[in-house]
């Protein structure tokens, strides 16, 4: 039997190391699909995509009453049958119309201006939960959504807008030059409630949950808004707490309210506004609004994953 000579061991080579995926990337100019972008160039897609902005709005507007029957009427209805029955509950059954001059101009004004930001809030909140099939399927600022949405509760207010101008006349309510601080309003609100429509959707986002508990949260804060009363009486009427009276004077929703009453109702004059309420308006819109921004650009990378 032939003897099987060992073979000399080969000798060992250092395994050639794994390229950095970072560097390939880097090397042939690649980058990360969905990476949130610089705040800066995050509104520059936002403003190239101003056209969608609007027109999805607008879409969105459009189709939410083509079930009914009466159509787009029910942008007007709806407002007005929930006005209708916080008069019968409020104003008459509780009489919080008394000492209010103008009481149904003062009670529509404060349901529509208060259901512009209800329905933003709720609105936003679902914008990227119920909207994962559009945002798994196209690149866009996620931003886009929750704005798409404030703005088109902003377009729903100005429909029912036009209903208000005409209760106002019918109950002898008179044009007058204060009317044209209703645009400056309408900016703020609008200002502050796509912040917080901002805010909801990240939170929505993540906690679906959010949607079931939101109407409750909404509805006492409509209460204690002066939708129904008058905040300025109560304060003058009853002695509460420091820090009540301040919680109330600089609620947000009730600043908005008080100020839209001021602009549109001659009988609602200066003193009955709230302390230094143009400056808490300006204050709110800028916390919200910028605040609210930056709060949702920061998770943009996570919209839509998990």
Known sequence: MSQVLDAPPAPHRPAAAAP?????????????????????????????????????????????????????????????????????IFGLLMNTRHDVPDYVPFLVTGVFIFT???????????????????VRALHFPRAALPISFSLQQLQQLLFSMGALVVILLCFGVPPTLSWFLVVPVLVLQFMFNTGLALVMARLGSKTPDI????????????????VMWSIDAVLKDQHLPHVLQVLLECNPAAIYIDLMRFALIDSFHWDQLPHLAWAWAIGWALLAGVGGFIYFWKAEETYGRG
């Open 211 to 226: 949607a079931q508990l939101m109407p409750f949260v909404l509805r006492t804060w409509m209460y204690v808004s002066g």
């Open 116 to 134: 512009f930001t209800q329905s933003s809030v709720m609105a936003g909140t679902r914008a990227i939960a119920g909207n994962l099939g559009l």
């Open 20 to 88: 950095d995926p970072a560097e390939l990337a880097a090397l042939h100019g690649l980058t990360v699909s969905g990476a949130r972008p610089t705040l800066p160039g995050y509104v520059r897609q936002l403003w190239q995509r101003r056209h969608f902005i609007t027109a999805f709005a607008t879409a969105k507007l459009t189709a939410q009453y083509s079930q009914a029957k009466l159509g787009q009427v029910w942008q007007v209805m709806t407002p007005l049958l929930n006005a209708a029955v916080y008069y019968f």
